[in-house]
């Protein structure tokens, strides 16, 4: 678990006081910004207090993390600096949450970030690192994984090593997120919550997690009567709750057949859980006769025809790339999942998609 945490509009102007217990003999810190930020600097610039040879980075989140940008960025940094640095703080969405996670693992872990995906692979304690979300729904500022699309496989470095030491919850930072992204991201909360409530792995934990998270979401989602400043608030909330869920259980078919979508044709994780989820009645009948609705509420049109031009081949990858997370299988349909679940089923719901 994440062992601090402050949450509260305006609470990013603390980010001085609390980072300043942890500098480490001038190490610099090392700030990883989504670049949606480059055009409005002092937004974010302004509350953050860059000394000695601390240095900020702008990431692009056009694409999903992948483990040899991870590579790059660990490279760089180690050739810049003689000593680690006393923190990686990441500022953005789930991308760069993801990111930053990696790149404070990988600057304590030798190899390739490749060498981590999967679960507990991890030999030495992360750098101290900092989660700063600005748009709320992955939890992967709760999270005890971080999603990178390696050249094999997209998977998580799933580890105890993982979650920050630190997150901001700050509310007045979502507030600017475009509609359709607030609805995709935000969405990936509540089809977290629903693959956790609904698989075999849930436990009282998970549960009341899981549950808080979906009444958040009902509230934000179907409800629509909060003001946008409630609802932001509660969204952070809701984004947290369901991460704790799944960090105690695990999610399901959607998550599983978009990992798959992700990998082939780069369909980023929110958009693609929705493009999935909405065809997934057979599955979660009740959530996603919900989440349809929802998508009415605010007049929310999905693409179509995303793998009309996929070829048999892709098909056959994206649906191996899904078969392959056993744990999101066993979890969805059980321990016999096997039985119930084949790469045809998964290429003919492809193939609505
Ligand atoms: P994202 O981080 O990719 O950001 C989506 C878009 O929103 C980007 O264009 C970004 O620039 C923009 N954006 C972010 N903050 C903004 C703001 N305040 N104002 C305006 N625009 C803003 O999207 P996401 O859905 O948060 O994250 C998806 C990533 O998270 C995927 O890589 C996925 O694999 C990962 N993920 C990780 C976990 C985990 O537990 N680690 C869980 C779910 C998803
Ligand atoms: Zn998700």
């Not at 580890?159 to 509310?171: A, E, K, N």
């Not at 359709?180 to 089809?191: A, E, L, P, R, V």
Request: hydrophobic share 40%; glycine share 10%.
């Amino acid at each position: 678990m994440v062992p601090r945490v402050v949450f509260g509009k305006g609470s990013f102007n603390q980010l001085g006081q609390i980072l300043s217990p942890e500098r480490k003999n001038g190490a610099p810190f090392i700030y990883l910004i989504d670049n949606v930020f480059e055009n409005n600097k002092t937004f974010i610039e302004d509350r953050i207090h860059l000394s000695g040879n601390d240095r900020l980075v702008y990431i692009s989140t056009k694409e999903e993390p992948k483990t040899s940008q991870v590579d790059e960025l660990v490279s760089e940094f180690r050739n810049a600096y003689s000593f680690t640095p006393s923190g990686i703080i990441g500022i953005g969405g789930g991308s760069i949450m993801d990111l930053a996670k990696a790149v404070a693992i990988m600057m304590n872990n030798t190899g390739s970030a490749t060498e981590y995906q999967g679960w507990d692979l991890v030999d030495n304690k992360a750098v101290y690192h900092v989660g700063i979300p600005t748009i709320s729904g992955t939890g992967a500022e709760v999270s005890r994984t971080t999603v990178l699309t390696g050249p094999e496989k997209k998977l998580g470095i799933n580890s105890d090593f993982t979650p920050f030491d630190q997150v901001i919850l700050d509310p007045e930072l979502i507030k600017e997120v475009p509609k359709d992204q607030w609805f995709y991201t935000g969405m990936d909360c509540y089809i977290h919550c629903i693959e956790s409530l609904n698989g075999t792995y849930l436990n009282a934990f998970s549960q009341s997690y899981g549950e808080k998270a979906y009444d958040l979401c009902e509230e934000i989602f179907l409800e629509n009567t909060l003001d946008k400043e409630e609802a932001d608030a509660k969204l952070m909330m809701a984004s947290w709750h369901g991460g704790m869920s799944i960090a105690y259980s695990q999610v399901g078919v959607a998550h599983a057949m978009s990992y798959g979508l992700a990998y082939v044709l780069g369909t980023k994780h929110g958009i693609g859980n929705c493009i999935v989820f909405d065809k997934l009645g057979d599955y979660y009948p009740e959530g996603v006769a919900l989440f349809k609705k929802m998508k009415e509420v605010h007049n929310i049109e999905l693409p179509t025809g995303v793998c009309a031009n996929a070829t048999e081949d892709q098909l056959d990858i994206m649906a191996s790339v899904a078969l392959g997370l056993v744990p999101l299988w066993e979890n969805a349909l059980g321990k016999n999942w096997q039985e119930k679940i084949n790469a045809d089923t998964l290429k003919a719901i492809y193939r609505t998609l």
